[in-house]
């Protein structure tokens, strides 16, 4: 009796804490920051669209979500705080992904990383269960704060099913009819994954087409980049010959790039540039690799912009994602060989006038939205590359791949402005000079949306809210990632 009294004690406890942990959750939610203006006019700043033009003592004209640019005054309020300042367009990063519509609510959290970084649009390279991109749909619809997003919807594959929002193709036809289903979920893009021939990717590529898509994705691992036809390469997949990787997995795809030489990068180089291949390298991937095994890297802002579960559950080097447990020494090492290759590709490409886009894989150890694609950022510019012309990719070229009229500012454009004090097309280091961000046409404060992140961190590392999130982390990752 005294046994039974006590499990159902027990049992009542744990009820109890699951009913606080969802009251909080879902009634104490953090109010998303506002706006501090709405319709208002900038004057004597600089624009700036990367690599394209520059116009200096401008105004610029925000009022119904659209940018107007005239040298004749109305009567909206001229901001004069911003008078002398740097505009670009807003950031879009080419490659991301969102968290599930589960029980801690991350989306949210997720887009104000973003914001916060002067990410406006976004693309979402495939929607692991299928409730992440809805979810962002559906904060976008109520006017939250979240970016703009071109969404790829389920991953497309032939034989095996890695993530449960997964179609699954066997012959062309398969191919048309799941370009077909994506598209009428909303989605912009096709998310080519594994297993794929090259004559299912072209019936993917074709199906696109004929709707106004455009195809990314990996480079199968059975075959090279020059096999594949891929037209838009994530991750830098398929440089190097998979007959030289010691295994399949993702951290020797990435990561083991030690057989690649300079004649191996001749080669890709002139494929890439005689088939106009893009390329979206998502090279910080590789740093962030390092902090499972690295506390100096461990430690960094990325760790501290997102609730603690990431580090201590899903990022854990024993118990987390499980193609990322138990590595040896070597692969950190190879990892390091292999970002300073991969730099020495982007320079090359760059210099030869490829396309190559600024994206983050958001999610991968140790990386954060928003602060990643700085990183990235950064390391195109640590790689030799001109900091305009990494602003270059991280606004209108990516705008032109994507085909919607992001990333530059023009007139009658949606108003997706970023504010620097200092000239960021001089340094990157100017990036931390960020001052404000308009999202379709309001203005937020960078110091208000930092606020409203330090808010929601508080949030979820109140109790005990963290211990049932850590739980609830724990078996999302061993679900989630059973078949990678």
């Keep these: 009796m005294k046994l039974f009294f006590k499990r159902s004690l027990a049992a009542l406890l744990l009820l109890a804490l699951l009913a606080v942990a969802i009251w909080l959750l879902v009634f104490r939610v953090p109010a998303p ?13 600089t624009i700036v669209n990367p690599m394209l033009d520059r116009t200096s003592q401008a105004r610029i004209e925000v009022e119904g979500g659209k940018v107007g640019l005239s040298d004749a005054g109305t009567n909206l309020p001229v901001l004069d705080e911003y008078r002398g300042k740097f505009v670009l367009p807003g950031f879009i990063d080419m490659h991301t992904h969102l968290p599930g519509d589960n029980l801690l609510k991350l989306t949210r959290h997720y887009g104000l990383l973003h914001l916060t970084h002067g990410v406006t649009t ?18 976008i619809g109520k006017d939250i704060p979240f970016p703009s997003m071109i969404s790829c919807g389920p991953f497309v ?24 289903r994506v598209a009428e979920g909303g989605n912009g893009c096709i998310k080519a994954y594994e297993g794929l021939t090259p004559e299912l990717i072209r019936g993917l590529i074709a199906a696109a087409d004929a709707r106004g898509m455009h195809v990314i994705g990996h480079v199968p691992v059975e075959m090279t980049l020059e096999k594949s036809g891929i037209p838009d390469v994530q991750h830098f997949f398929g440089v190097p010959d998979p007959s030289t990787l010691d295994g399949h997995e993702v951290t020797y795809r990435n990561g083991d790039w030690s057989d690649v030489g300079a004649e191996r990068l001749d080669a890709v180089q002139s494929h890439i540039l005689a088939k106009g291949i893009r390329n979206t390298p998502t090279i910080a991937t590789l740093e962030g690799f390092q902090g499972l095994t690295d506390p ?7 760790k501290a912009l997102l609730p603690s579960f990431f580090a201590d559950v899903v990022w854990n080097s024993k118990t987390g994602l499980p193609v990322y447990r138990g590595l040896e020494k070597e692969r950190f090492a190879q990892a390091a060989g292999a970002l300073a290759l991969k730099q020495q590709l982007v320079k090359r490409l760059s210099d030869q006038g490829a396309v190559l886009h600024i994206g983050t894989d958001a999610g991968q150890p140790f990386t954060a939205p928003g602060w990643s694609f700085w990183r990235e950022m950064r390391l195109f510019e640590k790689a030799g590359v001109a900091p305009e012309q ?35 097309t001089q340094s990157l280091g100017a990036l931390d000079s960020l001052e404000a961000v308009v999202l379709r046409g309001k203005l937020y404060t960078r110091a208000e949306l930092e606020r409203a992140v330090r808010q929601s961190l508080e949030h979820y590392e109140a109790w005990p809210l963290r211990a049932i ?13 059973r078949n990678f």
């Design 33 to 45: 920051p506002s706006p501090a203006y709405e319709a208002f006019a900038l004057e004597d700043v």
């Design 122 to 139: 976004i693309r979402s390279a495939g929607d692991i269960d299928g409730t992440a991109d809805p979810a962002a749909r559906k904060l």
């Design 390 to 424: 990494v602003l270059a990719y991280a606004t209108n070229v990516a705008g032109t791949s994507l085909g919607n009229g992001a990333g530059r500012i023009a007139q009658g454009s949606q108003a997706d402005l970023l504010i620097f004090g200092r000239d960021p």
């Design 157 to 180: 594959s032939k034989g095996k099913k890695v993530w449960p929002n997964t179609l699954l193709v066997e012959t062309v036809s398969d191919a048309e009819r799941a370009v077909a």
């Design 469 to 481: 999130a850590a739980k609830a982390a724990q078996r999302t990752v061993d679900e989630a990632a």
């Design 296 to 302: 100096a890297v461990a430690s960094r802002r990325s």
